[in-house]
């Protein structure tokens, strides 16, 4: 992917030069876009779309989370979790168990065949963004990972950020 704003295609004008905030936001529609496309393929060729993979990866390494702590973890809100989790269920991929420690908990495993699709794989979008970040110094790829983190802050603030709860703009009025 090219970052220049001014590069030209044939037949079309060049853009004019963007501002920094309309070069990011660019870049992470292009960045959108090919996640869509990837987890799409992904889920024709594996099964499981870029998500609910990003959830099996996330289950490996931390059994028996909490569909509550789970959310939380990937920044999105327990009800759209809650579909990813029914359709890896119904894939019998993942199981849900009470929490032997609070019955009202219910905890998160993978199954047998769950346990199959969690390793690294060829063609997901892990695999594209391991090689990315292996092209990068570890300067830049922290650097990027704390510009995301501020973004994702702004764009939907964690309970308990500083920025939870509070609210700008015309839907504030």
């Known amino acids: 992917m090219r970052s220049n704003a001014r590069e030209t295609h044939p037949g079309k004008a060049p853009l004019p030069p963007l501002s920094e905030t309309l070069e990011f936001m660019r870049l ?5 876009h090919g996640l869509q496309r990837r987890s799409k393929r992904m889920a024709a060729t594996l099964g499981v779309t870029g998500p609910q993979r990003l959830v099996i990866r996330i289950l490996g390494r931390s059994p028996g989370i909490s569909a509550g702590h789970l959310a939380q973890a990937l920044h999105l809100h327990p009800s759209t979790l809650t579909g990813i989790l029914r359709r890896l269920e119904q894939k019998g ?15 998160l495993h993978l199954s047998a065949a769950g346990r199959r699709l969690d390793v690294e794989t060829a063609g997901t979008v892990e695999s594209a963004m391991k090689a990315a970040l292996a092209k990068l110094p570890a300067r830049q790829v922290k650097a990027a990972r704390e510009a995301l983190c501020a973004l994702a802050d702004e764009i939907q603030p964690r309970p308990g950020s500083s920025r939870a709860g509070s609210r700008r703009g015309p839907a504030a009025a």
């Open 28 to 32: 992470l529609w292009a960045i959108d």
């Open 93 to 107: 991929l993942m199981t849900r168990e009470r929490d032997s420690r609070d019955l009202r908990r219910a905890v």
